[in-house]
């Protein structure tokens, strides 16, 4: 929770209107105000990220048998709601200079599957991807584009916030999250047409009509009006967070940029990242597993980069456009500790077992 204690604000609203139930006032405004903050016109407040993705499918036009491009160095939930409509996923691997989909990867593929019904693209730890021409080439294609932003809100792209460049945005407030409502989704677009559809399918889809009447599949999808009010009290330190996360990002930055074979995940010049994680590279003879072992010996967690979906177990046999870039992302990659309530001296700790590391080959 924020330092400031707006959440409690907000909490304490809603239950002194008896507002505790779902929907109310919260859920409005947090849509209102999340809406304004990155600059769309709709949004429905939902209970994930994934809730999001699969809604945005569905609003896709996504049925059985349809395919799906979709990012594969990401967190599984990117793509799970592929399989919840039955569709088919088709992985497309990432460009070293963005960690992120590939765009000539993705005309490959659309070449490969040119009924595809919607292409999913992930701004990875908080890593814009390119996302002028993959829009473009969505465009020019005529195929739904949506924009996984589950760990990039904050991040601009050519000064315009990650998230409102695919035909649909996906925002995600679960608990290791940017910000955090506990656990949520938001669901963006210009389309209001198809977010007033979202929040029907949300709230288990029932039709206009005194008695309980459904002429659709439902879902119980909707964030409810307290974890809302924990969202709204949220969005008010977004900023201050992005740039306690930037100082962390530069602090490691300045302390490690100096050790042979490490490197930082890439900033472009058209990326402003929220630098939710700081993940590093390595090229040499120490690997990650040395550096995630020495950090857990002395009681300090960091984590692997997401292993790409393409090689999980679950999606064996789904296809993959492109080489092995997402692989050694993986392979070479870790996650350092990034919490915004790590202090100085707890950040000369981590960089201190590194630079031991280093001082011991
Ligand atoms: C967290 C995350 C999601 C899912 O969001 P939830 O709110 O946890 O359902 C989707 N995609 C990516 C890339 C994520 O990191």
Redesign the pocket.
């Known amino acids: 929770m924020s330092e400031e204690g707006y959440e409690l604000q907000y909490i304490h609203e809603a239950f002194e209107t008896n507002w505790i139930a779902p929907l109310g006032p919260n859920v409005n405004e947090f849509e209102k105000e999340l809406a304004a903050k990155v600059g769309v016109s709709h949004a429905a407040a939902l209970v994930?990220?994934?809730?999001?993705?699969h809604l945005a499918l569905k609003a896709a036009g996504v049925g059985a048998g349809d395919t799906v491009l979709c990012q594969s160095l990401?967190?599984s939930?990117?793509a799970n709601p592929i399989v919840y409509q039955n569709a088919l996923p088709v992985f497309i691997d990432s460009d070293e200079k963005t960690w992120n989909m590939d765009p000539a990867l993705l005309e490959e593929a659309l070449a490969q599957h040119p009924h595809a019904k919607a292409v999913i693209v992930?701004n990875?730890y908080g890593l814009a991807a390119d996302l002028d021409p993959i829009a473009d080439i969505c465009k020019k294609h005529g195929v739904t584009l949506i924009e996984?932003a589950?760990?990039s809100l904050g991040t601009l792209y050519k000064g315009r916030y990650t998230g409102t460049f695919g035909d649909y945005g996906?925002y995600?407030?679960?608990g290791?999250?940017i910000i955090t409502s506990s656990?949520?989704?938001m669901l963006v677009s210009e389309n209001g047409e198809m977010i007033e559809k979202a929040r029907f399918w949300a709230t288990q889809a029932r039709d206009k009509a005194r008695h309980y009447q459904h002429s659709e599949l439902g879902f119980n999808y909707r964030m409810s009006n307290v974890v809302a009010g924990i969202g709204r009290g949220q969005l008010k330190v977004l900023d201050r967070r992005v740039a306690r996360k930037k100082e962390i990002f530069d602090f490691y930055k300045r302390e490690l940029e100096g050790l042979e074979d490490l490197s930082f995940m890439p900033v472009n010049d058209f990326n402003e990242p929220n630098c939710w994680l700081t993940c590093i590279q390595l090229s040499g003879k120490i690997r990650p597993l040395d550096v995630i072992e020495a950090l857990e010996a002395d009681n300090i967690e960091s984590r692997p980069i997401?292993k790409p979906l393409h090689l999980q177990p679950f999606f064996a046999g789904c296809p993959c456009v492109g080489g092995d870039t997402a692989r050694g992302i993986f392979e070479n990659g870790l996650c350092l500790p990034s919490g915004t309530n790590l202090s100085e001296a707890d950040l000369e700790r981590v960089t201190g077992v590194i630079k031991k590391l280093w001082r011991a080959v």
Request: proline letters at 0%.
């Open positions: 994930s990220g994934t809730a999001a993705i990401t967190f939930a990117s992930v990875l996984d589950a760990e996906v995600s407030f679960n290791n999250k656990g949520g989704g997401w």
